[in-house]
């Protein structure tokens, strides 16, 4: 009966300082958590041709993120951001976006644009809620259920669920959070990387009533150079809607802190991409690129970059024909930190369409402090 009793109490003190730990412990992984932000000033004009009339506005945001610490291989991570409107060149450019159209999105002051919980061990990392996230054709801020194995060696598999999306830019108005079609879009996404250099990515996504899409992409590079050729082909659910296809091929060099890309993509002559970029898409290089994925579309795109110490300046020429029509784009960028929390950089960007009326070329300046 002693016994009986002192196990009895063993066991409660046992259970008393376990709890009493993992009491201490979640204390912990709050009062280690580490705070950041930022402070952002973005301003841009566009000046259009024909009776187009120009457009442009200014903002400010302001970034708030937490990220507890470490509890039993849980965290969890908050992101927060505010932007508002400082100036506009005509009634509505703010709201409607640089081009002056109503792109349909919900436009909100403020965002909560990440808030998720995460579990890691040495096998598998889980992550659900709000979250970023940088797949072939999964990408911006998604609220999703992210699984990533670990387990195979070299090998890293992605599966997930994304039920809604949004882009929230540094250098956009943030638009809130919208649905991925009807049913979310599911991924897996599977990458191997055991050869120094190189990685062979092959990836297969379903969005209900939308389309099945499947691809297979090459990277590999090294101290002097790099290639890339990745191709992906869709399957659209609608009777009506025509099978998509897109294939883009790249090689690259690098010596002395100058950096040379030349590419080319190619889309399906009847469907173009289909609906492959219904979650996200990660292939176009312009900074705008309006016609890159629509119908028997043909873009051939060079690129030029110099880094000298915080100073980073690049270059971008691509030009797309698509059908019997032929649009060109200009891209030049100069950014500058003046340490590792305070960035400012300026875009350029000249697009001369097929309608001279909607040539259009535009001034981006962005200044981003970090903390």
């Keep these: 009966m002693r016994l009986k009793l002192s196990l009895a109490v063993i066991s409660c003190l046992v259970v008393s300082n376990l709890s009493a730990d993992a009491s201490e412990n979640l204390k912990s992984a709050f009062t280690d958590g580490a705070v950041n932000g930022g402070l952002i000033l ?42 508002h409107r400082l100036s506009e060149k005509e009634d509505g450019d703010f709201n409607a976006g640089i081009d002056g159209v109503d792109d349909g999105y919900t436009q909100v002051s403020a965002l909560m644009h990440t808030a998720n919980i995460s579990y890691v061990n040495e096998y598998f990392t889980a992550t659900a809620g709000r979250q970023e996230l940088e797949l072939e054709w999964l990408t911006d801020y998604n609220e999703a259920y992210i699984l990533g194995i670990t387990a195979v060696p070299d090998t890293t598999i992605v599966i997930g669920h994304s039920d809604r999306k949004t882009v929230a830019d540094l250098d956009a108005p943030l638009e809130d959070y919208e649905d991925t079609g009807k049913h979310g879009a599911s991924v897996i996404d599977i990458k191997y990387e055991g050869v120094d250099g190189l990685v062979l990515n092959a990836y297969g996504y379903n969005a209900k009533d939308i389309a099945d899409w499947y691809g297979a992409k090459v990277d590999y590079d090294n101290d002097m150079s790099g290639i890339t050729a990745q191709y992906a082909v869709t399957s659209e659910d609608g009777n009506s809607a025509d099978d998509g296809s897109i294939v883009n091929a790249e090689i690259r060099g690098k010596h002395s802190g100058i950096s040379l890309n030349l590419g080319y993509i190619t889309t399906d002559k009847d469907g173009g991409i289909g609906s ?34 915080r100073l980073v300046l690049s270059g971008m020429y691509g030009q797309t024909k698509y059908g019997s029509n032929e649009e060109d784009e200009l891209n030049i960028l100069a950014e500058y930190g003046f340490n590792d929390e305070f960035t400012i950089s300026a875009l350029y960007v000249e697009v001369t369409a097929e309608d001279g009326d909607d040539d259009y070329n535009a001034i981006k300046f962005l200044a981003n402090y970090t903390f």
């Design 42 to 83: 973005h301003n841009q004009t566009q000046n259009n041709s024909g009776e187009n009339k120009d457009s442009g506005f200014s903002m400010g945001s302001i970034e708030l993120g937490y990220e507890t610490g470490d509890f039993n291989g849980f965290k969890a991570v908050v992101g927060f951001r505010s932007s």
């Design 276 to 309: 492959m970029d219904t979650a996200g898409d990660s292939i176009n290089p312009l900074e705008d690129g309006n016609q890159v994925y629509e119908k028997d579309a043909d873009t051939v795109y060079t690129a030029i970059g110099y880094e000298l110490d």
